[in-house]
């Protein structure tokens, strides 16, 4: 395959809005990120400590915590879909409503997921329910993303682009700190049996407060400056997916899919995959275990911004680069101080990979995918990037995490030679990105 690298045309800028609209359009992509990733990650917690026991009840600990991360993976799966759906939309008619549906759809599945009855109470069409609601979350997420991160990046002023692409992934670290957050609540005011039979459906039925704000707070939200320009010009692009898999962008979003999978395959060992392996592996306590993550999930989302200035200073390419391979050089050490089953030595890893490193190099993504695609595109390139990268990158992390164990007899270390290549691949296809827009 031949790469065209010659430089298109530059876009003539567009003109930048009053700071009131900029600080609303960034609370409403922080809160709208925050929400729907507390939705979806809710699933993923729940796979870990849940599902396994209320819809696979009657297969073994191995079976029913891999059926539950394969409903986790189908999520993913569904995404890209989302991706292209949302991602036309929202190249057609804009950032802003695209958004606000993206958001109730979620919270709608998230809600209904809280009420599902279990497979004791309705037999095998429980888990396929579940499976329904999960398709509908994936369908949802993948238009999140990349409106949230265009909302930031495109009311940006052009010297602090950085720090505004790092809002959005401030949502995601917020998202998961409290999906993990409201679990150890619940497991520390309730019996362990009173959780399993009702109490983790506190957390899904929160979810319907948080989206109503949500989406109050977005159709408050003007539209983005770069949109209303080409709107204005009639510039919109009348097939945008086509057009992103065509030369000079397909370049672009072939690598920006290789340099996403270390960023996928890292959140989710340690925001999903480490909860089970500690809590069912290495036999920690499930509400030490979620605390461990809720604090290094907020560590990441105090650090995000400063990885966001260092982004305007450095450049999105050297962070995220330098970011990953750091992410790459603590795999084995970190699995090593899991490997003490100590809660400390657990801590300390979690921290520092999931805390500091995961921080680094996330806080310069969303910028750096957003310079890869002209205005026209652009919702639908970070879609797809984001989230058709997202089936390997992301949802198979946990499946494939667990069979390399199970593989190794136990031990973790084929795990992490798996996690390092990720790394690897990622590091080279983004020194070889061009940001160009």
Same mark, same amino acid.
């Given at each position: 395959?031949?790469?065209?690298?010659?430089?298109?045309?530059?876009?003539?800028?567009?003109?930048? #809005?009053?700071?009131?609209?900029?600080?609303?359009?960034?609370?409403?992509?922080?809160?709208?990120?925050?929400?729907?990733?507390?939705?979806?990650?809710?699933?993923?917690?729940?796979?870990?400590?849940?599902?396994?026991?209320?819809?696979?009840?009657?297969?073994?600990?191995?079976?029913?915590?891999?059926?539950?991360? &394969?409903?986790?993976?189908?999520?993913?799966?569904?995404?890209?879909?989302?991706?292209?759906?949302?991602?036309?939309?929202?190249?057609?008619?804009?950032?802003?409503?695209? /958004?606000?549906?993206?958001?109730?759809?979620?919270?709608?599945?998230?809600?209904?997921?809280?009420?599902?009855?279990?497979?004791?109470?309705?037999?095998?069409?429980?888990?396929?329910?579940?499976?329904?609601?999960?398709?509908?979350?994936?369908?949802? /997420?993948?238009?999140?993303?990349?409106?949230?991160?265009?909302?930031?990046?495109?009311?940006?002023?052009?010297?602090?682009?950085? $720090?505004?692409?790092?809002?959005?992934?401030?949502?995601?670290?917020?998202?998961? &700190?409290?999906?993990?957050?409201?679990?150890?609540? $619940?497991?520390?005011?309730?019996?362990?049996?009173?959780?399993?039979?009702?109490?983790?459906?506190?957390?899904?039925?929160?979810?319907? &407060?948080?989206?109503?704000?949500?989406?109050?707070?977005?159709?408050?939200?003007?539209?983005?400056?770069?949109?209303?320009?080409?709107? #204005?010009?009639?510039?919109?692009?009348?097939?945008?997916?086509?057009?992103?898999?065509?030369?000079?962008?397909?370049?672009?979003?072939?690598?920006?899919? $290789?340099?996403?999978?270390?960023?996928?395959?890292?959140?989710?060992?340690?925001?999903?995959?480490?909860?089970?392996?500690?809590?069912?592996?290495?036999?920690?306590?499930?509400?030490?275990?979620?605390?461990?993550?809720?604090?290094?999930?907020?560590?990441?989302?105090? $650090?995000?911004?400063?990885?966001?200035?260092?982004?305007?200073?450095?450049?999105?390419?050297?962070?995220?680069?330098?970011?990953?391979?750091?992410?790459?050089?603590?795999?084995?050490?970190?699995?090593?101080?899991?490997?003490?089953?100590?809660?400390?030595?657990?801590?300390?890893?979690?921290?520092?990979?999931?805390?500091?490193?995961?921080?680094?190099?996330?806080?310069?993504?969303?910028?750096?995918?957003?310079?890869?695609?002209?205005?026209?595109?652009?919702?639908?390139?970070?879609?797809?990037?984001?989230?058709?990268?997202?089936?390997?990158?992301?949802?198979?992390?946990?499946?494939?995490?667990?069979?390399?164990?199970?593989?190794?007899?136990?031990?973790?270390?084929?795990?992490?030679?798996?996690?390092?290549?990720?790394?690897?691949?990622?590091?080279?296809?983004?020194?070889?990105?061009?940001?160009?827009?």
């Amino acid at each position: 395959m031949t790469f065209t690298t010659s430089a298109p045309a530059a876009e003539p800028a567009a003109s930048p #809005a009053d700071p009131r609209t900029v600080r609303t359009a960034l609370l409403a992509s922080l809160l709208g990120t925050t929400i729907e990733w507390y939705d979806f990650f809710l699933y993923a917690t729940a796979a870990s400590l849940v599902f396994n026991h209320t819809f696979f009840p009657d297969q073994s600990s191995f079976v029913g915590t891999m059926l539950a991360f &394969a409903t986790f993976a189908v999520g993913f799966v569904v995404r890209p879909i989302g991706g292209f759906v949302f991602g036309h939309i929202g190249d057609r008619i804009g950032r802003k409503r695209t /958004l606000a549906l993206t958001m109730l759809l979620m919270g709608g599945a998230t809600a209904l997921m809280g009420l599902l009855p279990t497979a004791a109470q309705i037999g095998a069409l429980a888990p396929v329910l579940l499976l329904v609601l999960r398709v509908v979350q994936g369908f949802a /997420l993948g238009g999140e993303w990349a409106g949230a991160v265009l909302l930031a990046v495109e009311h940006s002023p052009r010297n602090r682009r950085g $720090l505004f692409g790092s809002i959005p992934q401030v949502g995601l670290a917020l998202g998961l &700190a409290l999906g993990t957050g409201v679990f150890v609540v $619940l497991q520390l005011a309730l019996s362990p049996d009173a959780f399993l039979a009702y109490g983790w459906r506190i957390a899904f039925l929160i979810s319907i &407060a948080l989206v109503i704000f949500g989406v109050v707070v977005r159709f408050r939200v003007a539209e983005t400056p770069a949109f209303e320009k080409i709107r #204005a010009d009639d510039d919109r692009a009348p097939v945008p997916v086509r057009e992103i898999f065509r030369p000079p962008v397909l370049r672009s979003t072939i690598l920006g899919m $290789l340099s996403r999978w270390g960023e996928g395959a890292a959140f989710n060992t340690w925001g999903v995959f480490t909860i089970a392996y500690a809590t069912s592996t290495l036999h920690l306590g499930k509400v030490p275990v979620l605390i461990v993550v809720t604090i290094s999930a907020l560590l990441m989302a105090a $650090l995000l911004p400063v990885s966001g200035r260092l982004t305007d200073r450095f450049g999105a390419r050297t962070m995220y680069a330098s970011g990953i391979a750091a992410y790459g050089l603590v795999v084995f050490p970190a699995f090593a101080l899991f490997g003490t089953r100590s809660i400390v030595a657990y801590s300390a890893a979690m921290l520092l990979a999931f805390g500091v490193i995961h921080a680094w190099f996330y806080g310069a993504q969303g910028t750096l995918y957003a310079s890869l695609f002209p205005t026209r595109t652009r919702y639908t390139g970070l879609s797809t990037v984001y989230q058709l990268s997202g089936v390997y990158a992301s949802g198979l992390t946990p499946l494939i995490l667990t069979a390399l164990i199970a593989a190794g007899g136990g031990k973790p270390w084929y795990a992490c030679g798996y996690l390092v290549a990720t790394a690897a691949i990622s590091v080279v296809a983004t020194l070889l990105l061009r940001p160009r827009y």
